[in-house]
C-alpha cells in the first residue's frame, strides 16, 4: 500500500495529501491509507484498520482516510472487490471535470483492463454524499472503474495490483483519447472488435 501511494505520486496521479487506498484484509477487517498524510511520504506502519462500519480494529494514533465512508461503501456492496485505489488523475479527472464519460470504443487496453468508466454526479469530497452518489453504481453491477465528477477516479480490484493498475490504465487512456483529439477525431473499433474484447475480458 505504501509502495502504491508513492508510485500513484510518482506518476502524478495523485499531489499532496491526495488520493487514498483501501485492502480488505478479513471479513470484517480493511486496512486504509492515514488521513492527512503527504502520500509519498507514508509507511507501511502508517496504515489504520477498521472494520467495515469504520470503527477502529487497533489502537492507532493515525486516523483513517477523510474518504473512508467511500471505501468501506464500495466493499461493502461489493464483496468481489477486495481492494480499491481512490486517485485525481489529471487526464481522466479532465473528462470528469469537463462533465464527459471517456468513450469506451477507442482503446483495446481501456475495454479489456477497465471496462466502462461511468461518471458518478458530484458528490461533496469526505461527506456521506458522495457514498451516496456512487452506491447506485455498485448495486447490481460490476464496474470496475468510475469517474467522480468535478474530482477523480476509483478503481476496483481482486487485489490492491489489480486497482492499481487499473488506475494507470485509465489515465493512460485518457491521455492517448486527449492526444487524438488534439490530432484529428478518433476512429472508434468496430462493433465487432469491442464485442470480442469485451467477451475476452469478462470470459
Ligand atoms: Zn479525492
Known amino acids: 500500500m505504501a509502495l502504491c501511494c508513492r508510485q500513484l505520486a510518482a506518476h502524478g496521479l ?12 478479513g471479513a470484517d477487517r480493511v486496512l486504509v ?3 492527512g498524510f503527504i502520500k509519498s511520504l507514508v509507511t507501511a506502519a502508517d496504515m489504520v484498520e477498521v472494520d467495515l462500519a469504520g470503527k477502529p480494529r487497533r489502537k492507532s494514533a493515525r486516523k483513517p482516510t477523510s474518504e473512508l465512508d467511500l471505501h468501506l461503501r464500495i466493499l461493502r456492496h461489493r464483496p468481489d472487490v477486495q481492494a480499491v485505489v481512490h486517485a485525481h488523475p489529471p487526464a481522466a479527472t479532465g473528462f470528469a471535470v469537463a462533465g464527459q464519460e471517456i ?31 456512487v452506491v447506485p453504481y455498485l448495486v447490481g453491477k460490476h464496474h470496475r472503474a468510475l469517474l467522480l465528477a468535478n474530482h477523480g477516479a476509483v478503481t476496483m480490484g481482486k487485489t490492491l495490483d489489480e486497482a492499481w493498475i487499473r488506475m494507470e490504465s485509465l489515465e493512460h487512456s485518457a491521455r492517448i483519447i486527449t492526444a487524438a483529439r488534439a490530432v484529428g477525431e478518433p476512429k472508434p473499433l468496430t462493433a465487432q472488435a469491442v464485442e470480442r474484447l469485451q467477451w475476452e475480458r469478462d470470459g
Open 103 to 133: 468513450p469506451g470504443n477507442l482503446l483495446p487496453e481501456l475495454i479489456f483492463v477497465v471496462g466502462p468508466v461511468p461518471l458518478v454526479p458530484f458528490g461533496m469530497p469526505g461527506t456521506p454524499e458522495l457514498g451516496d452518489r
Open 14 to 25: 495523485i499531489a499532496g495529501r491526495d488520493g487514498n487506498l483501501s485492502v480488505r484484509l
Open 33 to 35: 491509507t492515514p488521513s
